[in-house]
């Protein structure tokens, strides 16, 4: 009987542990994967996350990004966050498709459906790759939409596989909405050097946050370096709120 009661607690608790950190919403919409969701009930404003590299492709349980990673720091912070989710179960998704029409239809009809759910404002946070999605939705759905987005770790140099029309400065060159970036001063990858944000904010005005000290043990371009803000998220998060809320 008391193995029965303490396997009985125990279930009970990771229950209750996983119910108050995350919720699984289904928007047909948007994709055939479930949008993971942690809400707080004193949430004035909802973020939206969208991870580097091939997205989400199921699960965000394994995934190292920092927008996966530090997940339920965004809800503790006091924000509604939801992870944004590849179309297709277990299909990646290329840098091409961030800035289709298909890709910011479906960034749309989520912002629709939050607007339904709470009507609180909704800001769009990009990391890596994922910068080049929030910057396609800007362009394109505006700041009627769109009350602000966040750059994190983004596309601000070439390779042989970035080109110039998905870094920063070419994306952001027009843009009517809101932009916070924010760059670990010592990111070593390739493709996100530190200093060309710092002519970006210059020339269109953007706040620049830069962020020192953290981690470093993996890959210069993976999730645990500096480029993944290892050990530097909740500074990471802290900015992103204060600013979203202010806007």
Request: proline share 5%.
């Amino acid at each position: 009987m008391k193995k029965i009661s303490i396997l009985v607690v125990f279930i009970t608790c990771s229950l209750f542990s996983f119910e108050t950190y995350a919720a699984k919403i289904k928007v047909q919409s948007v994709s055939d994967n479930p949008i993971f969701a942690f809400t707080n009930p004193n949430a004035k404003v909802n973020v939206i996350g969208f991870v580097g590299g091939a997205g989400i492709k199921k699960g965000v349980g394994k995934s190292q990004n920092p927008l996966a990673r530090d997940r339920k720091s965004f809800k503790r912070a006091g924000m509604n966050y939801y992870i944004f989710p590849n179309p297709k179960t277990k299909k990646a998704i290329s840098l091409k498709y961030r800035k289709s029409k298909d890709h910011v239809k479906k960034i749309s009809n989520l912002l629709e459906y939050l607007k339904k759910e709470n009507n609180l404002p909704t800001i769009l946070v990009g990391h890596s790759r994922g910068s080049v999605s929030v910057a396609a939705a800007a362009n394109n759905l505006g700041k009627e939409i769109v009350k602000g987005i966040v750059i994190m770790g983004s596309l601000t140099a070439t390779s042989k596989k970035i080109t110039s029309p998905f870094t920063m400065s070419s994306m952001l060159k027009k843009t009517s909405v809101p932009v916070l970036i924010i760059h670990h001063r010592k990111d070593g990858c390739e493709v996100t050097p530190f200093a060309p944000t710092k002519s970006l904010s210059k020339k269109k005005g953007f706040p620049l946050v830069a962020i020192s000290g953290g981690g470093s043990t993996g890959n210069p371009c993976g999730p645990l370096h500096y480029h993944g803000f290892e050990g530097t998220m909740n500074q990471v998060i802290d900015e992103i709120k204060k600013w979203a809320e202010a806007l």
